[in-house]
């Protein structure tokens, strides 16, 4: 085994440990390549490994910080909004910033993943989630415009589901779910920390009223080492 990957898996079992804890700085690469024996290109490569996997992040003229490894929980069995979801996020910090709000014209693709005509109004709404200062989350939503009227920015940063539940009166029935691993894009790149990592996880919803209207395509690409996703079997 090369010998970075062996400083590797030491130092990674020393995060998962807790001997290195979360936002505790690494020690300096001089003083991993006493430790170790090793030259600087192979710490360099070790740490580089290190932050690939989401163990650690580098920050530049302060160091390398050891990432937290308690991955956040979303369960699959019900259909819960980002808002209700942090309530069960104890101690974490989470924000949400509204990149846009704007209403388009279904495109033909769109169109056909929502079940309506060509051309109908559709509400585009782009949001990034931060927990604990980092962008983690970046969620596409789509809602057909006459189903789920008068949604602004304000209201996006927010709970949608509580609007449409609470001022729209309108009750939400069922979600078909599909999870998977994708290349992180150009976007997703520049809209979140993702620190070297090259895939993102992305969870498609597409939801529906209780009178079996599809209102609502949501696209959410998270980080890949900040979440895990449960569900309950019953036979």
Excluded: W
Excluded at 22 to 28: F, N, Q, V
Excluded at 85 to 97: F, I, L, N, S
Excluded at 170 to 182: F, G, T
Aim: charged share 30%; aromatic share 8%.
């Amino acid at each position: 085994m090369p010998k970075y990957l062996n400083i590797y898996h030491e130092l990674a079992q020393r995060i998962q440990e807790g001997t290195l804890p979360a936002e505790t700085k690494l020690p300096s690469e001089t003083e991993l390549m006493h430790e170790f024996e090793a030259s600087r290109g192979t710490v360099r490569k070790a740490i580089d490994a290190l932050q690939e996997k989401g163990f650690v992040r580098k920050h530049q003229g302060k160091g390398v910080f050891v990432l937290s490894q308690e991955a956040i929980e979303f369960q699959f069995n019900g259909i819960v909004s980002f808002s209700e979801a942090h309530r069960r996020m104890g101690r974490h910090t989470v924000e949400t910033d509204v990149l846009s709000c704007e209403v388009l014209s279904a495109c033909p693709e769109l169109a056909s993943l929502l079940h309506v005509a060509q051309g109908t109004d559709i509400t585009r709404i782009e949001r990034i989630r931060q927990i604990d200062g980092e962008r983690v989350i970046r969620d596409i939503n789509h809602f057909v415009t006459a189903l789920v009227p008068g949604l602004t920015a304000d209201i996006a940063k927010g709970s949608i589901y509580h609007y449409i539940e609470e001022t729209l009166d309108r009750q939400i029935s069922y979600a078909k779910r599909k999870i998977e691993a994708r290349p992180a894009t150009r976007e997703d790149q520049e809209r979140l920390d993702l620190h070297d990592m090259t895939h993102v996880i992305v969870v498609t919803n597409d939801t529906y009223f209780y009178e079996g209207q599809h209102f609502e395509r949501t696209e959410s690409r998270h980080r890949l080492d900040k979440f895990q996703f449960t569900d309950i079997a019953r036979r």
